[in-house]
């Protein structure tokens, strides 16, 4: 059996995909599994280890070999987790006969023509990892609790440590990543350096700061900086995606705003804090039981998630909110530390 599976989104959509990846190697452990992606998700690859092969569709190319590919692929099923109309295009160049997406694609006209099986599953109503799992319904593999997988490769803990010591970290510490690619996610810089200098300075936990090396990210965290009376520890635009990951694997503590970040610390079970404003932490937060959630305009960690909330900006999310967050994170890993020694 031939399965193709067309993710053309973000990095962190790919994380939480990676349940339904699971379940169909456990469901299908022969079948061959060929996933595509967008070229800014390349990085992660390695650490697939469900996928057989992997198509990266590459920005202003003509992507010939991938078109061919798919067209000569031989494709018994082809699973549409995108929606949109590059995803549809490749759906209906695979001719797969069983070519399965989201019944809410059938809104567009043009897009339906590419599919001949739909789930009704909401993209509002689940949180993503669920909505992901429910495609695969089609071909018999119920909606179940399955772990988001990830395994890292030893080149990138290699990485990781040159990081760290070139941070002049050893032993415990904490990654802050104040930084999307979305600008109207970001909180505000003094209030970020408030949280780092009481990290460092209360807690004496070390932080590295990460992020990337573009320009307007990298104003954000020279913002930051300047604003900090605790040492700047940069790790900003020297790891790769898979080197973030374990170093976000070995951290202490997680602070970060909800990008893929978040989905690596709820990965590995990271402690962390995640701050959510303009996008709803129902369909997209951590769910394991170290992670706090905070949202804009909201004194306390949530405890409950709503499918309709409405969005705030960053700005309302004050500086005590996440304080408190702390204080109340660490005092239940002390707990939970006690109560197992």
């Not at 739909?118 to 990892?129: A, G, P, Y």
């Not at 320009?215 to 995606?241: C, M, N, V, Y």
């Not at 990271?270 to 305009?297: K, M, S």
């Amino acid at each position: 059996m031939k399965i193709l599976i067309l993710k053309l989104k973000r990095i962190g959509d790919l994380i939480l995909t990676t349940p339904a990846l699971l379940a169909l190697r456990q469901a299908f452990p022969d079948a061959h599994l060929t996933l595509c992606i967008l070229e800014n998700c390349e990085g992660l690859v390695p650490a697939l280890p469900c996928v057989d092969e992997t198509l990266v569709f590459r920005y202003r190319r003509p992507n010939l070999q991938l078109l061919a590919r798919l067209a000569r692929g031989g494709f018994d099923f082809c699973l549409d987790f995108t929606g949109n109309d590059r995803s549809a295009f490749f759906s209906l160049l695979s001719r797969a006969p069983r070519r399965i997406t989201w019944g809410w694609v059938k809104r567009s006209r043009h897009r339906q023509l590419a599919f001949n099986a739909f789930v009704d599953s909401s993209v509002r109503e689940n949180h993503t990892i669920d909505h992901h799992l429910d495609l695969l319904a089609p071909l018999g593999i119920e909606r179940r609790d399955v772990p988001v997988t990830l395994h890292l490769p030893s080149g990138a803990e290699e990485s990781a440590a040159r990081i760290l010591s070139e941070a002049g970290i050893e032993g415990r510490y904490a990654v802050v990543h104040p930084g999307t690619a979305r600008a109207e996610k970001y909180w505000l810089p003094e209030r970020w350096a408030t949280i780092i200098d009481h990290v460092q300075g209360e807690l004496g936990l070390p932080c590295l700061v990460t992020g990337s090396s573009a320009a307007f990210e990298q104003a954000h965290l020279q913002a930051i900086r300047a604003k900090l009376r605790t040492p700047w520890r940069d790790g900003s635009g020297k790891a790769d995606l898979l080197g973030l990951a374990v170093l976000i694997r070995g951290a202490t503590l997680l602070m970060s705003m909800d990008s893929a970040p978040v989905h690596f610390g709820a990965a590995f079970g990271t402690p962390q804090i995640a701050l959510f404003g303009e996008t709803n932490p129902f369909a997209w937060r951590p769910r394991h039981d170290r992670a706090l959630v905070l949202y804009a305009g909201q004194a306390q960690p949530l405890t409950q998630f709503e499918p309709r909330a409405k969005p705030c900006p960053l700005s309302d999310l004050s500086t005590e909110a996440v304080l408190g967050a702390i204080s109340s994170l660490t005092q239940r890993l002390q707990t939970a530390h006690f109560s197992h020694s």
